[in-house]
């Protein structure tokens, strides 16, 4: 029922990774492509196909490296240069508040 629900809000043309918490240090990964592309030629292969094919390359053969990065930008983050404390964290990431009934 879940992955349905997902599949359903998902955007035409796109490429998505999800990364969905399930435990104790550990997660579920789903990839989706929403295009019509076939990958019969070389046309095909466009670089958002390609960069999402390198990425879940890298996390199936990189994770414990991808996991120390993580941590070293979150500390990097957390601290301006001066190490004093700041209040938010990765301007890469645009969050959305669904609120607690979506």
Not at 23 to 32: D, H, I, M, Q, V
């Given at each position: 029922m879940q992955a349905t629900m997902e599949k359903m809000s998902l955007l035409p043309d796109r490429y998505y990774i999800i990364l969905t918490?399930?435990?104790?240090?550990?997660?579920?990964?789903?990839?989706?492509d929403t295009t019509d592309n076939e990958y019969e030629t070389d046309e095909d292969f466009n670089a958002a196909f390609i960069v999402q094919e390198g990425v879940?390359?890298?996390?199936?053969?990189?994770?414990?490296?991808?996991?120390?990065?993580?941590?070293h930008a979150i500390q990097g983050q957390l601290l301006d240069e001066d190490k004093t404390p700041i209040e938010s964290i990765s301007e890469n990431v645009v969050k959305v508040d669904f609120g607690k009934k979506q």
């Open positions: 918490p399930s435990g104790e240090g550990e997660f579920r990964l789903t990839a989706y879940l390359a890298m996390i199936r053969e990189k994770t414990d490296e991808i996991f120390t990065e993580g941590v």
